[in-house]
Nanobody, 120 residues
Framework: QVQLVESGGGLVQAGGSLRLSCAAS????????MGWYRQAPGKQRELVAS???????TYTDSVKGRFTISRDNAKNTVYLQMSSLKPGDTAVYYC??????????????WGQGTQVTVSS
């Protein structure tokens, strides 16, 4: 089990920046991956960015070059630095942790979400 607590959301003007933080209740070193998803009203939850324990990262096309995912293992925290924000980035952002339970099973854990609103 692990608890994930997000922070850093808020209201920002288009072109601005925000940094989201996701603090885990225990060491993230053994986590298979940690990432950020978002869900806008009336839309499905989508992957924004993900980083594996091996250091590889993945971004959805719409945020490439604008968002950066990073982690501080000593603080058990993952960050999402968001720059050049657009109104289309408005959504609830969720932190996700993937923890391997067996050699072929992985569990997903979610934070409570943090609202990001970008005004035009």
């Amino acid at each position: 089990q692990v608890q994930l607590v997000e922070s850093g959301g808020g209201l920002v003007q288009a072109g601005g920046s925000l940094r989201l933080s996701c603090a885990a209740s225990r060491s993230i070193l053994s986590f298979t991956a940690m990432g950020w998803y978002r869900q806008a009203p009336g839309k499905q939850r989508e992957l924004v960015a993900s980083g594996t324990s091996g250091g590889s990262t993945t971004y959805t096309d719409s945020v490439k070059g604008r968002f950066t995912i990073s982690r501080d293992n000593a603080k058990n925290t993952v960050y999402l630095q968001m720059s050049s924000l657009k109104p289309g980035d408005t959504a609830v952002y969720y932190c996700n942790a993937k923890i391997r339970r067996t050699s072929y099973e992985t569990d997903d854990y979610w934070g409570q979400g943090t609202q990001v609103t970008v005004s035009s």
